[in-house]
């Protein structure tokens, strides 16, 4: 893989930030899965993409999809690559949203947003399966919590979802080194949301409702998130471990067999809703 550019997420300014990361996955959009048609569409929050797969039938239920960044960096095409595999395995179109960032606009700015996106996306639908990663996780439980008809979600995903987590023992494990992500990072993230206290944080994500598929990397400094969310929440959950891997590791879909792998029994929960 070619080599990316070392990202500061403590000492870096946020424009700088987001430069830095949408550089660094332009570098592995090629890796998008084939087959799988790209398109641009319009969502009330901006332009978003869609990833329609060649095995596609109608009817089948679409996948609205948030993408993650922290809630500071990060867009629909800075996750081209994850959208188009999951598509791809699925079977499923899969629809990813745009949704604003901080610091520019603050908590509970991106929990409302997130319920207003599902609430017009399901207008015309009888149901919708809520997916995501990372800070997007928590965007998918803000969203069925706070849309007009949570009845509709068949099913929510949480690629290694952000809930707000800044110590135990993953932090301890993986949340100090010079590499991936770290837990003085996440600190600046949720100060950037303006969630130094996470209380009304959590507080606003769903407790009950559709089947919850709650996705662990094993080398997370956030994997102990999902522990938390198992213990406080109503929904019937699915853990899925991915032995030996790091934070945003389903980014490496197209050069990773491992990742692909992992997708692959993420699209056969998908599917079996």
Same mark, same amino acid.
């Given at each position: 893989?070619?080599?990316?550019?070392i990202l500061d997420w403590v000492n870096d300014p946020v424009d700088k930030l987001r430069a830095g990361y949408e550089a660094?996955?332009?570098?592995?959009?090629?890796?998008?899965?084939?087959?799988?048609?790209?398109?641009?569409?319009?969502?009330?929050?901006?332009? +978003?993409?869609?990833?329609?797969?060649?095995?596609?039938?109608? +009817?089948?239920?679409?996948?609205?999809?948030?993408?993650?960044?922290?809630?500071?960096?990060?867009?629909?095409?800075?996750?081209?690559?994850?959208?188009?595999? #999951?598509?791809?395995?699925?079977?499923?179109?899969?629809?990813?949203?745009?949704?604003?960032?901080?610091?520019?606009?603050?908590?509970?700015?991106?929990?409302?947003?997130?319920?207003?996106?599902?609430?017009?996306?399901?207008?015309?639908?009888?149901?919708?399966?809520?997916?995501?990663?990372?800070?997007?996780?928590?965007?998918?439980?803000?969203?069925?919590?706070? #849309?007009?008809?949570?009845?509709?979600?068949?099913?929510?995903?949480? !690629?290694?979802?952000?809930?707000?987590?800044?110590?135990?023992?993953?932090?301890?494990?993986?949340?100090? +080194?010079?590499?991936?992500?770290? &837990?003085?990072?996440?600190?600046?993230?949720? +100060?950037?949301?303006?969630?130094?206290?996470?209380?009304?944080?959590?507080?606003?994500?769903?407790?009950?409702?559709?089947?919850? !598929?709650?996705?662990?990397?094993?080398?997370?400094?956030?994997?102990?998130?999902?522990?938390?969310?198992?213990?406080? &929440?109503?929904?019937?959950?699915?853990?899925l471990l991915a032995p030996g891997q790091p934070h945003a590791y389903l980014q490496a879909c197209g050069s990773d067999r491992a990742?692909?792998?992992? #997708?692959?029994?993420?699209?056969?929960?998908?599917?079996?809703?």
């Amino acid at each position: 893989m070619s080599a990316m550019p070392i990202l500061d997420w403590v000492n870096d300014p946020v424009d700088k930030l987001r430069a830095g990361y949408e550089a660094e996955r332009a570098t592995i959009a090629h890796f998008s899965a084939s087959g799988v048609a790209i398109d641009e569409i319009g969502f009330g929050s901006g332009p +978003g993409l869609r990833f329609t797969p060649s095995t596609w039938v109608e +009817g089948r239920t679409d996948v609205l999809y948030f993408h993650g960044g922290g809630w500071i960096v990060g867009s629909p095409w800075t996750h081209k690559t994850l959208c188009s595999w #999951m598509a791809k395995l699925s079977g499923r179109r899969v629809f990813a949203a745009p949704y604003d960032l901080a610091p520019d606009r603050k908590f509970p700015a991106q929990a409302d947003q997130a319920a207003a996106i599902a609430t017009t996306f399901t207008v015309d639908r009888d149901q919708v399966i809520l997916a995501g990663d990372s800070a997007g996780g928590a965007m998918v439980l803000w969203a069925e919590a706070g #849309m007009d008809a949570p009845r509709k979600v068949q099913g929510l995903v949480s !690629l290694y979802g952000a809930y707000g987590g800044l110590e135990g023992p993953s932090h301890e494990a993986y949340g100090h +080194g010079s590499e991936g992500l770290q &837990t003085a990072a996440l600190r600046i993230m949720y +100060g950037y949301l303006g969630c130094q206290d996470v209380t009304e944080f959590r507080a606003r994500l769903s407790k009950s409702g559709a089947p919850l !598929l709650l996705v662990k990397a094993e080398c997370d400094p956030i994997a102990d998130d999902n522990f938390w969310l198992a213990e406080n &929440t109503a929904h019937q959950v699915t853990h899925l471990l991915a032995p030996g891997q790091p934070h945003a590791y389903l980014q490496a879909c197209g050069s990773d067999r491992a990742a692909e792998a992992s #997708m692959q029994d993420i699209a056969d929960w998908i599917n079996a809703l």
